[in-house]
């Protein structure tokens, strides 16, 4: 029976791994999505065979309503609210590890003292997934605009989580060398939800991408740690494929921002989508703007079009009109593609997933490095609700805050359609020069109502 065990253990983490390849492409996605849920499935089997249960009601219990949560939430919940979901579930995943910690703990403490490989592991997940927990109901909270998308901060802040850190250190030494202190252990656990909360508060909306993609690293983490506690190897593996490709994702991330991790946490930089303005003056500034029948012409008698997707998509679901305009447009022989910069929207792969769920074709769909080149042979560029990935000033202005981000190369091609619903900045509260170059024309609105417009003028023409 424990060669059967261990051998369905190898079997489902290399399910894991297959699952984790296919998702690497959004065709394969899907596919390896199903895999990977046939890996855990057939790794929660395991686990209830190999251990000796009293009882499987409550287990049953919980696992019915798991389910009917995760079916209403896949079936329910909007496309534009998947930053928000993918939040959460990353903080059910932290907290669920740090209650198998501190379960374990509290069964061990009654035969002290506790083996120091146990008492390690259980701190570091209890640590992690308290973070994790109160981390991502953080960012949930400011996606969801409960709290201010813009950095929060307050004096002395540094030196206090500097502190929280440096206790749950001298506490952790304590619990490890000596005698289990169950006062210690409860403080360690409330300074973890506390850290937490004090992590997320200070970042910015611009840089969310990179807090969702390190929350999900963290939450693998933490089921590392759990799976360390409780001797359960395929929770081990899961829980390190987790925390890897997290942390890789939030590098990728950070790149496509050209900035470093430490930046983003501790910068305190973007403001989130409720700036009312942008930096500097703009009275001497000239905006070209069209109305939907002259932006009609303009696409619908191009050779080639590059549609830029952003999170102004996103909140006006408008991704079903766009994929109307996509096939009204090549039905009339225009050559269109999309160019999804990495970090556009709220999460990474905002854009994939929106544009998916619209049923637009994979083959249509380019990442930034690939797309680039294209742009100076481009008759037109449609931009629909992005900001901070297509603004020249990263690439022109030494003083700016994301001077040296890769960016899309929109003012390059031949002319450029702008949509947004004002010359506001976006997330990271910076003026984009290109609202202002001569080849931009700003249609203004909200992107939903503007396309469809849009794609009942090119009908007419």
Not at 21 to 41: C, D, F, H, V
């Amino acid at each position: 029976m424990t060669t059967i065990i261990e051998l369905s253990y190898i079997l489902a983490a290399s399910l894991f791994i297959i699952g984790l390849k296919y998702m690497s492409a959004p065709a394969s996605a899907r596919r390896g999505n199903l895999i990977g849920a046939i890996g855990m499935l057939l790794a929660i089997v395991v686990t209830l065979l190999d251990r000796q249960i009293v009882s499987f009601t409550w287990i049953i219990v919980g696992m019915v309503i798991g389910s009917a949560a995760g079916w209403a939430s896949a079936r329910y919940v909007k496309m534009t609210a998947m930053p928000q979901m993918v939040g959460l579930l990353n903080g059910f995943g932290g907290g669920a590890s740090a209650l198998v910690a501190v379960a374990e703990f509290l069964k061990l403490a009654k035969n002290p003292p506790l083996p120091m490989d146990s008492s390690i592991t259980i701190i570091l997940g209890v640590f992690i997934g308290g973070i994790t927990l109160t981390g991502s109901f953080m960012a949930y909270a400011k996606l969801e605009g409960l709290v201010s998308g813009s950095p929060i901060t307050f004096p002395l802040q540094k030196p206090l989580n500097a502190i929280l850190i440096l206790t749950i250190l001298a506490l952790s030494v304590y619990l490890v060398g000596w005698t289990p202190n169950m006062l210690f252990f409860w403080i360690i656990v409330a300074i973890s939800l506390i850290y937490g909360v004090l992590f997320v508060l200070p970042i910015g909306g611009a840089d969310m991408p990179v807090v969702i993609s390190l929350l999900n690293s963290f939450s693998g983490l933490a089921a590392c740690a759990a799976g360390f506690v409780v001797e359960n190897n395929v929770l081990i593996v899961s829980g390190s494929l987790v925390g890897a490709a997290g942390l890789i994702l939030t590098q990728i991330m950070c790149k496509a921002m050209n900035r470093s991790l430490t930046n983003v946490l501790f910068s305190a930089f973007g403001t989130g989508d409720s700036a009312a303005g942008a930096a500097g003056s703009t009275s001497d500034k000239t905006v070209r703007s069209v109305d939907s029948e002259e932006a009609a012409m303009v696409i619908g008698y191009a050779q080639t079009v590059i549609i830029v997707p952003g999170y102004g998509m996103a909140a006006a679901q408008a991704q079903h009109a766009v994929r109307e305009l996509t096939e009204l447009l090549q039905g009339r022989g225009v050559e269109v593609k999309f160019a999804i910069h990495p970090v556009a929207g709220r999460m990474p792969g905002h854009m994939n997933v929106l544009l998916a769920e619209a049923n637009v074709p994979y083959t249509l769909l380019h990442d930034m490095d690939d797309i680039n080149p294209e742009f100076p042979h481009t008759d037109v560029v449609l931009v629909i609700g992005a900001n901070d990935v297509v603004n020249p000033a990263a690439r022109n202005d030494k003083s700016s805050p994301i001077y040296g981000m890769p960016i899309l190369d929109v003012d390059k091609a031949r002319n450029v359609i702008m949509m947004k619903r004002s010359l506001n900045p976006g997330f990271a509260g910076i003026e984009n020069e290109l609202f202002y170059n001569p080849k931009t024309l700003m249609y203004f609105g909200s992107a939903k109502e503007k396309v469809q417009e849009l794609v009942a003028q090119v009908k007419k023409l």
